[in-house]
């Protein structure tokens, strides 16, 4: 058996680097190392856990807050900075005359608005936001500067209107100036101080003939109401209603995206007049021309439809631009045709004569001896010129115009003159002196004429040959439109028709007519008339048209300044109509106070009534006279 031995030790592979520890005598044995122990992350978990908790609680009671209990007043106050309310303005109707050629109508514009809480310096971030914003849109707009900053200065209301009716262009001009300050503000050289102005699509109105029957239709104010004329006095039957709608903005600016709510406007209605442009332009013509040649005050001529008593013209000199209402005067802008009450003259004589062949008192052959001077009351009545005894018929006492001849026939009225005086004024009444028209037109009067038995001593002579009584020029010329209507008077009318909405064409109501005189007076008043006109011995001979039978009368009489309450200087006139033995056309003309060559009717007025009947003859292709009239008997031989 054998015994083993020690082992043997191991021998190092081939290459291996044996280490040797060797110990050092004295030195402590090496200690054997400790495990790593980390440390427990349950504390930093609880300190997160809490501070997340702290963070999602402040969000909750924020959002409980923001949710449920102040919902309402942050809802109202997001509104309040980002919705705004704004009217949509209605189209104004359109007005046309007979035609339908635009008189007056609307073209695009844009009023400028703004919110004066976008102003604040919570909004802008400084504290003269108005101050600065003014100073840019005063030039722009033409405005005050310091009343367009009070304008801008009012944090208690959200809409201020700027101006009214501008330009696209000046719309524009805004916008880049806004434009240019967004940029400046972004680049932090600058404010943007106009994010609160807005432009509002609105209409303009526009009357394309300018002075055309300007005192006719009037015009628009700054606040789109109308302010004198047919504008005035049908406005709310014009501009519509308007709308409004509500839409979001930011910054200045809509939000396409944001949704809006819209109450539509509704349009006005459109107007159609009785009204022939190219008549009243030929009128307006005439007189303007005549009052500047005359020197005179003012003047009107007045074209009547003698069967339907429409307007066909109602001009007036000085005249108006509506477009241009800065340059225009404001006592200027009336209708002084409607608005002036004046003594006519001779020209009211007609009505004296219609009484007097109504009443069988006389018939246009009556003899009348018409002596130098009359006296009456505490004068002597006198005519135009001095003369010897005339020996006049009644139709001469017309032609020459006799002052007074006219008294003596109108002293045939009654047994007494307190009762002639009770049938002339009844006459007169019945012709439409002393009332309205029946145009309903703004500013008009109705004229002066007393009660018969408030006439004085000198009224009852004179108001027979047409002083002492006051009348407008409207109210004249239907006195000659109802004597050419065989006796019947026609309300006159200055509207013929209506269109609403919905396009529906409406004709104005049918006029009142009224009987007057009988269809045989009317006749004799004709070819009295007539005999004005003919006749070598009447006053009318500048009426004469060729190829047709005129009639007619002159008026000169003495003129009431409006000032000093005074008579002084003349109003001459001329009335009639055409073709009179078919009668179509009434034409009246007045010239007030003319200083410049004459100042009779005849020779004042007798040539524009010329003019005018002329024209308008020709405009409504109204056929030449038929048989001639050369007049009838103005004076009688005494001996015979």
Same mark, same amino acid.
């Given at each position: 058996?054998?015994?083993?031995?020690? &082992?043997?030790?191991?021998?190092?592979?081939?290459?291996?680097?044996?280490?040797?520890?060797?110990?050092?005598?004295?030195?402590?044995?090496?200690?054997?190392?400790?495990?790593?122990?980390?440390?427990?992350?349950?504390?930093?978990?609880?300190?997160?856990?809490?501070?997340?908790?702290?963070?999602?609680?402040?969000?909750?009671?924020?959002?409980?807050?923001?949710?449920?209990? *102040?919902?309402?007043?942050?809802?109202?106050?997001?509104?309040?900075?980002?919705?705004?309310?704004?009217?949509?303005?209605?189209?104004?109707?359109?007005?046309?005359?007979?035609?339908? +050629?635009?008189?007056?109508?609307?073209?695009?514009?844009?009023?400028?608005?703004?919110?004066?809480?976008?102003?604040?310096?919570?909004?802008?971030?400084?504290?003269?936001?108005?101050?600065?914003?003014?100073?840019?849109?005063?030039?722009?707009?033409?405005?005050?500067?310091?009343?367009?900053?009070?304008?801008?200065?009012?944090?208690?209301?959200?809409?201020?209107?700027?101006?009214?009716?501008?330009?696209? /262009?000046?719309?524009? /001009?805004?916008?880049?100036?806004?434009?240019?300050?967004?940029?400046?503000?972004?680049?932090?050289?600058?404010?943007?101080?106009?994010?609160?102005? $807005?432009?509002?699509? !609105?209409?303009?109105?526009?009357? =394309?003939?300018?002075?055309?029957?300007?005192?006719?239709?009037?015009?628009?104010?700054?606040?789109?109401?109308?302010?004198?004329?047919?504008?005035? /006095?049908?406005?709310?039957?014009?501009?519509?209603?308007?709308?409004?709608?509500?839409?979001?903005?930011?910054?200045?600016?809509?939000?396409?995206?944001? *949704?809006?709510?819209?109450?539509?406007?509704?349009?006005?209605?459109?107007?159609?007049?009785?009204? %022939? @442009?190219?008549?009243?332009?030929?009128?307006?013509?005439?007189?303007?021309?005549?009052?500047?040649?005359?020197?005179?005050?003012?003047? #009107?001529?007045?074209?009547?439809?003698?069967?339907?008593?429409?307007?066909?013209?109602?001009?007036?000199?000085?005249?108006?631009?509506? !477009?241009?209402?800065?340059?225009?005067?404001?006592?200027?802008?009336?209708?002084?045709?409607?608005?002036?009450? $004046?003594?006519?003259?001779?020209?009211?004589?007609?009505?004296?004569?219609?009484?007097?062949?109504?009443?069988?008192?006389?018939?246009?052959?009556?003899?009348?001896?018409?002596?130098?001077?009359?006296?009456?009351?505490?004068? !002597?009545?006198?005519?135009?010129?001095?003369?010897?005894?005339?020996?006049?018929?009644?139709?001469?006492?017309?032609?020459?115009?006799?002052?007074?001849?006219?008294?003596?026939?109108?002293?045939?009225?009654?047994?007494?003159?307190?009762?002639? !005086?009770?049938?002339?004024?009844?006459?007169?009444?019945?012709?439409?002196?002393?009332?309205?028209?029946?145009?309903?037109?703004?500013?008009?009067? =109705?004229?002066?004429?007393?009660?018969?038995?408030?006439?004085?001593?000198?009224?009852?002579?004179?108001?027979?040959?047409?002083?002492?009584?006051?009348?407008?020029?409207?109210?004249?010329?239907?006195?000659?439109?109802?004597?050419?209507?065989?006796?019947?008077?026609?309300?006159?009318?200055?509207?013929?028709?209506?269109?609403?909405?919905?396009?529906?064409?409406? &004709?104005?109501?049918?006029?009142?007519?009224?009987?007057?005189?009988?269809?045989?007076?009317?006749?004799?008043?004709?070819?009295?008339?007539? +005999?004005?006109?003919?006749?070598?011995?009447? +006053?009318?001979?500048?009426?004469?048209?060729?190829? #047709?039978?005129?009639?007619?009368?002159?008026?000169?009489?003495?003129?009431?300044?409006?000032?000093?309450? @005074?008579?002084?200087?003349?109003?001459?006139? $001329?009335?009639? $109509?055409?073709?009179? %033995?078919?009668?179509?056309?009434?034409? #009246?003309?007045?010239?007030?106070?003319?200083?410049?060559?004459? #100042? +009779?009717?005849?020779?004042?007025?007798?040539?524009?009534?010329?003019?005018?009947?002329?024209?308008?003859?020709?405009?409504? /292709?109204?056929?030449?006279?038929?048989?001639?009239?050369?007049?009838?008997?103005?004076?009688? %031989?005494?001996?015979?």
């Amino acid at each position: 058996m054998t015994t083993p031995g020690p &082992p043997r030790p191991r021998r190092p592979r081939p290459g291996a680097v044996r280490a040797v520890r060797v110990a050092r005598p004295g030195a402590p044995k090496p200690a054997t190392p400790a495990m790593l122990r980390l440390g427990s992350p349950r504390p930093r978990l609880r300190l997160i856990g809490l501070g997340l908790t702290l963070v999602m609680l402040a969000f909750g009671v924020r959002l409980i807050q923001v949710q449920a209990v *102040g919902a309402a007043t942050y809802a109202e106050q997001a509104a309040l900075n980002r919705y705004v309310t704004v009217p949509l303005a209605a189209q104004r109707g359109d007005i046309t005359d007979r035609n339908g +050629t635009a008189l007056a109508t609307t073209v695009d514009s844009y009023d400028i608005t703004a919110d004066p809480l976008l102003f604040t310096e919570q909004e802008t971030g400084v504290d003269d936001a108005p101050e600065q914003a003014a100073a840019l849109l005063a030039p722009i707009l033409g405005r005050d500067q310091d009343e367009l900053a009070d304008l801008l200065d009012d944090a208690d209301s959200r809409y201020a209107v700027l101006a009214r009716q501008q330009t696209p /262009q000046t719309w524009r /001009q805004i916008q880049d100036l806004r434009s240019n300050l967004s940029e400046q503000a972004a680049k932090g050289t600058g404010t943007q101080v106009l994010g609160g102005v $807005f432009a509002e699509e !609105n209409s303009k109105r526009v009357y =394309p003939n300018e002075e055309l029957a300007a005192a006719v239709l009037g015009f628009v104010n700054s606040e789109g109401q109308g302010g004198g004329g047919l504008e005035a /006095q049908y406005d709310e039957r014009l501009s519509g209603e308007d709308g409004t709608i509500t839409y979001a903005q930011s910054g200045g600016r809509r939000v396409p995206t944001a *949704g809006e709510d819209e109450q539509p406007a509704v349009p006005g209605t459109d107007m159609e007049l009785t009204l %022939d @442009r190219d008549i009243q332009w030929a009128a307006q013509d005439a007189i303007t021309e005549q009052v500047e040649e005359s020197e005179a005050d003012g003047g #009107y001529v007045v074209v009547q439809d003698t069967t339907t008593g429409e307007i066909l013209a109602l001009a007036s000199a000085p005249g108006y631009d509506p !477009n241009d209402m800065a340059a225009t005067d404001a006592e200027g802008l009336g209708n002084p045709a409607l608005e002036d009450a $004046f003594e006519l003259g001779s020209t009211s004589k007609v009505i004296t004569m219609a009484a007097v062949l109504e009443e069988e008192a006389a018939t246009p052959d009556t003899h009348v001896t018409v002596p130098n001077r009359l006296p009456r009351a505490d004068r !002597n009545f006198a005519d135009h010129a001095d003369h010897p005894t005339l020996h006049l018929t009644l139709a001469g006492v017309l032609a020459q115009s006799s002052n007074i001849g006219t008294i003596l026939a109108a002293e045939e009225l009654g047994d007494t003159q307190p009762e002639a !005086n009770e049938v002339l004024h009844s006459y007169l009444r019945a012709f439409g002196f002393g009332q309205p028209t029946g145009l309903g037109f703004p500013g008009e009067t =109705p004229g002066i004429l007393a009660a018969p038995e408030d006439w004085d001593a000198s009224q009852q002579y004179t108001i027979p040959f047409g002083q002492g009584l006051s009348v407008n020029a409207v109210q004249a010329a239907s006195v000659y439109s109802t004597i050419a209507n065989g006796g019947e008077r026609v309300t006159p009318t200055l509207v013929r028709g209506t269109s609403g909405p919905d396009g529906q064409y409406e &004709p104005a109501p049918e006029p009142e007519r009224t009987r007057v005189v009988s269809e045989d007076t009317a006749h004799q008043l004709t070819e009295m008339l007539e +005999t004005v006109v003919a006749s070598p011995d009447g +006053t009318g001979s500048a009426a004469q048209i060729p190829g #047709y039978r005129v009639a007619g009368k002159t008026g000169t009489a003495n003129r009431v300044d409006p000032e000093s309450g @005074r008579y002084e200087g003349y109003t001459p006139s $001329f009335a009639g $109509f055409a073709p009179a %033995d078919d009668p179509r056309v009434t034409v #009246y003309c007045v010239v007030q106070n003319p200083t410049a060559g004459g #100042y +009779t009717g005849s020779g004042v007025c007798g040539p524009i009534f010329n003019e005018v009947m002329r024209f308008s003859l020709a405009a409504l /292709q109204v056929p030449p006279t038929g048989e001639e009239f050369s007049g009838l008997p103005v004076t009688f %031989d005494p001996d015979a």
